[in-house]
Structure formats: C-alpha cells, structure tokens
C-alpha cells in the first residue's frame, strides 16, 4: 500500500461522516460552526462518549476550550441552508444565530430546534493535533427532533448547488493552506481540566 492509497482510504472517514452542526457559547455569545470529525469513543452504552474535532482556526474553537461545553446537531438532508451558513462563514464576521431557532440547554450551549437529533456534551478532555483539538466529550443529554435521514458530507457534494461546491472549495484550500503550517506542531502538554 502507498501513502497515497492510505490518503485515499482515510478520506473514507470523512466523507461518508455525518455532516454537524457544532454550537457552544461563552461570555454571552453563541456560535455555529460545521464540523464532520465526531466519533464514538467508548463502547459502554451507559456513559456515551464521542471524540469531536475542530480546527483551531474556528471561532468555535475559543468558544468550547473557554466553556468546555457544546451541542452536536445531526443534520437532515433537507437542510443544505445550515452548512452554507454555518461552514462558509466565520462568526467573527457575523452572527450565525440570528433568525436561527435555538434554546439553551443544561449545558449552557444552544439547541437548534429543527435538525434531526442533538446531544450536549461537556469536555472532558483534549489532544492537540497541530491545526486542530481533538475534544473528548462526556453526553451530557440529547434528543431526537425532527429524525429523517442525516446528511454525510458525501451527500452534501451530491446535492448542493455548484456554485456552493466551488467557494466552499476556495474556502477550503485557504484553510489548508494555513493549516500545513500548524498541523506538525503539536503540543503535548496534558489538559488541565
């Protein structure tokens, strides 16, 4: 096997990962990204865990070091709008939330009122990978919403407009253009929670 073919392989885990919402708050603020990095990390059913990743360069990523709280939202297909506006864009630029739906929940971060499911969670601790922050996350509460089926990332490629394809491409060039910078400087100083 080649480094390309492992290359190739690995993006298996990304593209066909469920397409997320990320919301957190901190200092009376709220945020929204995009993310697609979340897995399971625990295989007990009765203390749910995930791993979330979340590139250092996101607004959301001051919000949920700062917090240690966020809510994951699967998305439905049918919400191609939610990417565009909480992917394309920085919430330093503009406030993601405004004519968003959201409570907040026990964590202290927003619930979107209309996705397919949710799950809080509070961080229980990281791992620095250079250009982004692995978080471990204890599921703190969650619910299903709307269910239907959830967005892959894969499927987001299939159905939106080309014209979204291509900035989200450009957009995506420049960040790993700044992440190539980053991604080897890893700091392994242990988290203190």
């Known amino acids: 096997m080649s480094k390309e073919e492992g290359r190739t392989v690995a993006g298996t885990f990304w593209t066909l990962s469920p397409v997320v919402a990320i919301t957190s708050s901190w200092q009376?603020?709220?945020?929204?990204?995009?993310?697609?990095?979340?897995?399971?990390?625990?295989?007990?059913?009765?203390?749910?865990?995930?791993?979330?990743?979340?590139?250092?360069?996101?607004?959301?990523?001051?919000?949920i070091i700062n917090s240690k709280s966020l809510t994951i939202h699967l998305l439905r297909k049918d919400q191609l709008d939610l990417v565009r506006n909480?992917?394309?864009?920085?919430?330093?630029?503009?406030k993601k939330l405004d004519n968003i739906p959201f409570k907040i929940g026990v964590t202290g971060s927003p619930i979107l009122d209309d996705v397919h499911s949710y799950v809080e969670c509070q961080?229980?601790?990281?791992?620095?990978?250079?250009?982004?922050?692995?978080?471990?996350?204890?599921?703190?509460?969650?619910?299903?919403?709307?269910?239907?089926?959830w967005?892959?990332?894969?499927?987001?490629?299939?159905?939106?407009?080309?014209?979204?394809?291509?900035?989200?491409g450009e957009k995506l060039t420049r960040s790993v253009a700044l992440s190539l910078d980053t991604i080897h400087n890893i700091s392994y100083k242990p988290w203190n929670p």
């Open 151 to 168: 967005m892959t990332l894969d499927y987001f490629y299939y159905a939106a407009p080309q014209e979204w394809i291509a900035e989200y």
């Open 123 to 149: 961080v229980i601790n990281t791992m620095d990978a250079g250009d982004m922050t692995a978080f471990l996350v204890d599921v703190v509460d969650g619910g299903i919403i709307g269910g239907g089926e």
């Open 28 to 63: 009376d603020k709220v945020n929204a990204q995009i993310a697609v990095t979340v897995i399971t990390a625990s295989i007990v059913h009765t203390v749910p865990r995930l791993v979330v990743g979340i590139w250092k360069g996101n607004y959301t990523h001051e919000f």
């Open 86 to 94: 909480f992917g394309f864009y920085t919430g330093r630029d503009r």
